[in-house]
């Protein structure tokens, strides 16, 4: 079945540096690609989404690109505040069939950064 | 508007003891869906609805019921509530249901089974 990768945390990164999250998808034909964060006592909020190969998705400094050729959509920003200290969550979704519209989560990632 | 909202924040049970959890969206979305988060293992689907009187099972559907009767309310029951169960529940909505659609989750439900 389809299913999502994506790296082991926690990170921890100092103020203004280069943070990238990866992650790695399986999946039959062409699904589309979620990045969610949850801030602290929160509910999941959708940070950017692809739904094409080679698309990026960005929003609030933060970037991505669906790569079908690695199965990836890496998240990456150049400089983290403190603000962006939270869970990330790497997901999926089919386009097609009896499961379209479900997301498909990997386990999270919790960054924290420090002043 | 509220956007998802869920009820209650937090709940204790005993074992064997039903509850429901509550969910409303007030977006006039059609897909809704119930998640559950545990630790390490990320966010894994319970039940969802595609609109008012349809409901399927997802990845983790044993011990709990659904039942979508308007397009606003989507309640989650716990029939007998076991340890295993303790987790944070997650409720959402989309538009539509496809797969490009931005979900929306409520402020999660904490549960506690003893």
């Known amino acids: 079945g389809d299913s999502v990768t994506q790296m082991e945390g926690p990170v921890t990164l100092s103020e203004e540096a280069f943070l990238t999250i990866n992650c790695t998808y399986t999946?039959?034909?062409?699904?589309?690609l979620f990045w969610y964060v949850q801030y602290p006592g929160e509910g999941l909020q959708l940070l950017l989404k692809?739904?094409?190969?080679?698309d990026k998705g960005s929003n609030k400094g933060f970037e991505a690109t669906y790569r079908k050729e690695t199965t990836s959509f890496h998240l990456e920003k150049g400089s983290v505040q403190v603000s962006d200290s939270a869970v990330y969550f790497c997901?999926?979704?089919?386009?097609?069939?009896?499961?379209?519209?479900?997301?498909?989560f990997g386990k999270g990632t919790k960054l924290s950064v420090k002043p | 508007n509220a956007g998802v909202t869920q009820t209650p924040k937090f709940q204790v049970l005993k074992t064997g003891q039903s509850m429901t959890l509550q969910c409303a969206q007030d977006?006039?979305?059609?897909?809704m869906s119930w998640y559950r988060q545990d630790p390490g293992m990320g966010l894994r689907l319970i039940h969802y609805?595609?609109?008012?009187?349809?409901?399927d099972q997802g990845e983790v559907p044993n011990g709990y019921n659904v039942s979508r009767s308007t397009t606003e309310d989507f309640p989650l029951r716990l029939l007998s509530a076991a340890p295993s169960q303790t987790s944070v529940y997650f409720c959402?909505?989309?538009?539509?249901?496809?797969?490009?659609?931005?979900?929306?989750f409520g402020p999660g439900t904490r549960l506690t089974v003893l």
């Open positions: 977006m006039n979305h059609e897909y």
């Open positions: 692809a739904t094409k190969a080679d």
């Open positions: 999946a039959t034909g062409y699904p589309s």
């Open positions: 609805s595609v609109g008012a009187g349809i409901t």
């Open positions: 959402a909505s989309s538009p539509r249901g496809t797969g490009d659609d931005e979900q929306f």
């Open positions: 997901a999926l979704s089919q386009n097609y069939g009896g499961s379209q519209g479900n997301l498909i």
